[in-house]
């Protein structure tokens, strides 16, 4: 009796092993550890959070964190990193003024969400002690909203709004600074009626007067 050789046993394909705990590595638990870092950083500060309260808030075991972070500073660096890289929609109303006054709009809501006022705070704080945090927060806060500002310069030039080869760092920081003063460092609670439209038509006519 001849035997067909797919019934005979063959040897099993090697697989190759996956890095140890990426089969377990669910999303919704990656999310769930994200949205509790930002809430224990708000409500502790950075000092005082630790991976056990980040763990409990998130509902996790602890070695679920340590698993995708080997330690509160790297998942903080990662966390805020991803938000540099995310950056912020480019405006496209057709005008200076226009653009400016969206990007102030989103800017200005995303720094006042209640969670963001507590934590920019705090890290910059920790940052004058940690040069990592100091490199992401940089990153965070001046790349992602350099990358929208520098498009709506091109766009603006482009148009004819602006005259070409001005002072590109000059007009970033007349664009960003602002509105970085007044919600990050003065942190006022509330922007005056008529603020942003009034910064956008002043910016605008700060950037033409380059």
Not at 183 to 193: N, Q, T
């Amino acid at each position: 009796m001849t035997t067909d050789a797919a019934d005979e046993p063959q040897p099993r394909p090697r697989r190759r092993r996956a890095p140890a705990g990426a089969a377990v590595l669910r999303e919704d638990v990656t999310e769930a550890i994200r949205t509790a870092v930002f809430e224990e950083l708000a409500a502790v500060g950075y000092a005082r959070m630790s991976i056990e309260g980040i763990a409990r808030r998130a509902g996790v075991g602890k070695t679920a964190v340590y698993r995708r972070w080997r330690s509160k500073l790297h998942l903080v660096l990662d966390l805020v990193s991803a938000l540099a890289v995310q950056g912020l929609p480019a405006p496209d109303t057709g005008s200076l003024e226009g653009d400016l006054r969206l990007l102030y709009e989103v800017t200005s809501r995303a720094l006042r969400h209640p969670l963001a006022s507590q934590i920019i705070p705090d890290l910059q704080a920790e940052a004058a002690r940690n040069a990592e945090i100091a490199e992401a927060l940089r990153k965070t806060l001046r790349e992602g909203q350099d990358s929208v500002a520098s498009s709506i310069l091109a766009a603006a030039t482009e148009r004819g709004e602006l005259a070409a080869g001005l002072d590109t760092d000059l007009a970033l920081d007349l664009i960003s600074g602002p509105l970085y003063w007044r919600a990050v460092v003065i942190r006022s609670p509330k922007l005056p009626k008529g603020h942003l439209a009034a910064l956008a038509r002043a910016t605008a006519a700060g950037l033409r007067a380059l």
